[in-house]
């Protein structure tokens, strides 16, 4: 059977899925996306049908597939959205206890990272950091400019290697 075989065929089972999907949904307007879904699945599927067989029976069965797995679907989006019920100032103060600890054992990392660096190659890269241009830092260190590009890029590399445990979760 072709797609537009299978699409006239099916397309004669309409009302019997309207109805059918009304038990699902109770909304007339949801019902509606759930029978045009169904048809659309059936038609894009049809070469799966066995010719012969109950076409409306696994129309119904295409039609709770979709109804349960968009019903998974809408209850895992709304349980990661969060309510206001959610957002009491027990979960922010053990959400903001547990970033402030993350956090200091990121910025102690990166002190050590930083400190582990040579003065020649860690001055420009931190000068650089605080948002110097290059000719600035290299005016301050009385450097030649392409000195002060090539020591900040040295700097980044030997940090990198430092801090590879951060790798994905931070950009340097």
């Known amino acids: 059977m072709n797609q537009n075989e299978f699409s006239l065929a099916a397309n004669s089972h309409a009302t019997a899925l309207h109805s059918h999907a009304m038990q699902f949904t109770k909304d007339p307007d949801e019902a509606k996306d759930l029978v045009q879904d169904t048809l659309l699945k059936g038609i894009r599927f049809c070469h799966n049908f066995d010719q012969g067989t109950n076409i409306k029976g ?16 809408n209850k895992k989006r709304s349980e990661t959205v969060t309510t206001e019920e959610e957002i009491s100032s027990a979960h922010l103060l053990k959400s903001s206890t547990r970033n402030a600890a993350e956090s200091g054992f990121v910025i102690n990392d990166i002190q050590r990272a930083l400190n582990s660096v040579v003065p020649a190659l860690s001055i420009p890269f931190q000068r650089y950091f605080e948002g110097y241009k290059y000719h600035e830092i290299a005016e301050e260190l009385d450097l030649p400019l392409g000195t002060v590009k090539t020591r900040i890029h040295q700097a980044r590399l030997e940090l990198k290697k430092y801090l590879k445990n951060y790798r994905g979760n931070y950009q340097l």
Do not use: K
């Open 58 to 73: 696994w129309l119904y069965v295409i039609m709770r597939n979709t109804f349960i797995n968009n019903y998974r679907s």
